[in-house]
């Protein structure tokens, strides 16, 4: 970020603590896209990533104050973003459709995958795999957690999280093989 970026934001960070509603608006406009990536990797479709990322802006509004000004702001907006989407897993457990994972669970089996696949694409089947294995797929694969913080994060035990991380992996392999499946159809 450069000097004059990151005077802008000290000034955008100063209007949002003094309740400024235009400062508020052009914070959330500048960093929609960020968050945005964020929250649709945790929810199941772009409504959900909607609710979670305005949920997430009116936690940045209100505790803003908790701000440490040292620390890149970015870096906060994601915590802040990640646990929003956390806790509306937590509280949308109850109402998600619990199917037998286990039952869900797809063999697994090696395939190559076309290197390049768009990155919506990605989201979209991530966004299909069941709340426990798309939060454990995130918080490991991108997020960069260990299984141990994963336990702590979500209540869960270390080897149900190593289980659902196997279990997201072999459901996400065989929509991508499906996906190429039905790609192919369409030339015979």
């Known amino acids: 970020m450069s000097v004059t970026e990151s005077k802008g934001l000290e000034e955008?960070?100063?209007g949002c603590l003094k309740e400024?509603?235009?400062a508020?608006?052009?914070l959330y406009k500048h960093f929609f896209g960020y968050a945005m990536s964020i929250?649709?990797?945790?929810?199941k479709d772009i409504e959900e990533a909607?609710?979670?990322l305005n949920d997430g802006f009116m936690k940045v509004f209100t505790r803003l104050k908790q701000y440490d000004p040292q620390k890149p702001f970015k870096w906060w907006l994601r915590r802040i973003m990640i646990n929003t989407a956390l806790d509306s897993y937590r509280h949308n457990l109850r109402s998600y459709y619990h199917l037998d994972l286990k039952a869900a669970a797809p063999t697994s089996d090696p395939y190559d995958v076309?290197?390049?696949?768009s990155y919506e694409y990605l989201i979209s089947l991530v966004q299909k795999l069941s709340p426990g294995y798309r939060a454990v797929f995130n918080l490991y694969v991108i997020d960069g957690y260990t299984h141990e913080e994963i336990?702590?994060?979500?209540?869960?035990?270390?080897?149900?999280?190593k289980s659902n991380l196997a279990k997201a992996r072999a459901n996400l392999r065989e929509a991508l093989k499906e996906s190429r499946i039905e790609e192919?159809?369409?030339y015979v």
């Open 151 to 161: 336990a702590v994060i979500l209540g869960i035990a270390v080897g149900t999280s």
């Open 114 to 117: 076309v290197q390049q696949i």
């Open 39 to 43: 929250c649709a990797r945790y929810s």
């Open 12 to 14: 955008l960070l100063q």
């Open 184 to 186: 192919f159809k369409q």
């Open 50 to 52: 909607k609710e979670v």
């Open 20 to 22: 400024d509603r235009e």
């Open 24 to 26: 508020q608006r052009k």
